[in-house]
T-cell receptor, first 113, second 115 residues
Framework: AQTVTQSQPEMSVQEAETVTLSCTYD???????LFWYKQPPSRQMILVIR??????QNATENRFSVNFQKAAKSFSLKISDSQLGDTAMYFC??????????FGAGTRLTVKP | EPEVTQTPSHQVTQMGQEVILRCVPI?????FYWYRQILGQKVEFLVS????????KSEIFDDQFSVERPDGSNFTLKIRSTKLEDSAMYFC?????????????FGPGTRLTVL
């Protein structure tokens, strides 16, 4: 079974600064997908960024980037130039192709003005 | 932009009652999923559905739960006899078969409250 671990229940960052959220996972699969989802107070699940395991290049989406270390089974999210609207729960998720998604417990991020 | 929709947004029911949560996946998607999130906890997989049958289900998805695609657009989750512990946010998601195969699109969720 695949497990996803987010070791930081809560984090805070000053507006405009950079923060990194950690995620590790456990799998015997060689091909899979990793995601970061944002869940604001509205509780909508919003995809932030995704990474295919077969790609060595780290994914980047504007202010969001990942540090994917396949051998270490680590998938951290870096948020640059943090904005107040980034305040949310962030879930790391693992998925085999067209399969169910397994989520971590989440990290509550607070961006302070 | 196409999106997954869910109704109702909030459902309140008495313990022991049956509830049906409805989802309309994105029209060209063929994989469908239900997840739940108990307040303050992580999102948990319930079931995936493809080609009119369940393709995978978790240990949470017991005999009290069932899913159905009654027509070409809706995807439903039924809980036959609700329990207090069924109170949660229920998310529907869908994904395509062809590329990109790896992204699931989530609906806004239905908040189920069992009294």
């Amino acid at each position: 079974a695949q497990t996803v671990t987010q070791s930081q229940p809560e984090m805070s960052v000053q507006e405009a600064e950079t923060v990194t959220l950690s995620c590790t996972y456990d799998t015997s699969e060689s091909n899979y997908y990793l995601f970061w989802y944002k869940q604001p107070p509205s509780r909508q699940m919003i995809l932030v960024i995704r990474q295919e395991a077969y790609k060595q290049q780290n994914a980047t989406e504007n202010r969001f980037s990942v540090n994917f270390q396949k051998a270490a089974k680590s998938f951290s999210l870096k948020i640059s130039d943090s904005q107040l609207g980034d305040t949310a729960m962030y879930f790391c998720a693992f998925m085999k192709q067209n399969n169910d998604m397994r989520f971590g417990a989440g990290t509550r991020l607070t961006v302070k003005p | 932009e196409p999106e997954v929709t869910q109704t109702p947004s909030h459902q309140v029911t008495q313990m022991g009652q049956e509830v049906i949560l409805r989802c309309v996946p994105i029209s060209n998607h063929l994989y469908f999923y239900w997840y739940r999130q108990i307040l303050g906890q992580k999102v948990e997989f319930l079931v995936s559905f493809y080609n009119n049958e369940i393709s995978e289900k978790s240990e949470i998805f017991d005999d009290q739960f069932s899913v159905e695609r009654p027509d070409g657009s809706n995807f439903t989750l039924k809980i036959r006899s609700t329990k207090l512990e069924d109170s949660a946010m229920y998310f529907c998601a869908s994904s395509e078969v062809g590329p990109p195969v790896y992204e699931q699109f989530f609906g806004p969720g239905t908040r189920l409250t069992v009294l």
